[in-house]
């Protein structure tokens, strides 16, 4: 069993910044994949960000040149740098993590990040 817990939405200006932060605790085996998703009301989630344990990243178009993903392999946590920020980023943000050696995934509560104009 995994238990993520996210911190650092909160409330910014068009053009600010934001980190997310998301540490994995409980009883697991390695992580593979840890993500970062979002859904704006009215939308479906979309994948925002996400990171293996290789080290292999993929963005979303959107965040691509703007937002960065990174992890700490040893400490389970992985961190999304939002900079530039627009008010179509406002959305709750969830963090996502899948177990390298098994079919297992966990979601974490989400943290909302609104961008004002």
């Known amino acids: 069993q995994v238990q993520l817990v996210e911190s650092g939405g909160g409330l910014v200006q068009a053009g600010g910044s934001l980190r997310l932060s998301c540490a994995a605790s409980?009883?697991?085996?390695?992580?593979?994949?840890m993500a970062w998703y979002r859904r704006a009301p009215g939308k479906q989630r979309e994948l925002v960000a996400s990171?293996?344990?290789?080290?292999?990243?993929d963005y979303v178009d959107s965040a691509k040149g703007r937002f960065t993903i990174s992890r700490d392999n040893a400490k389970n946590i992985v961190w999304l740098q939002m900079n530039n920020l627009k008010p179509e980023d406002t959305a709750a943000y969830y963090c996502?993590?899948?177990?390298?050696?098994?079919?297992?995934?966990?979601w974490g509560q989400g943290t909302q990040v609104t961008v004002s104009s």
């Open positions: 996502y993590v899948k177990e390298a050696t098994s079919p297992l995934n966990y």
């Open positions: 990171i293996t344990i290789g080290g292999n990243i």
């Open positions: 409980g009883s697991f085996g390695s992580i593979n994949v």
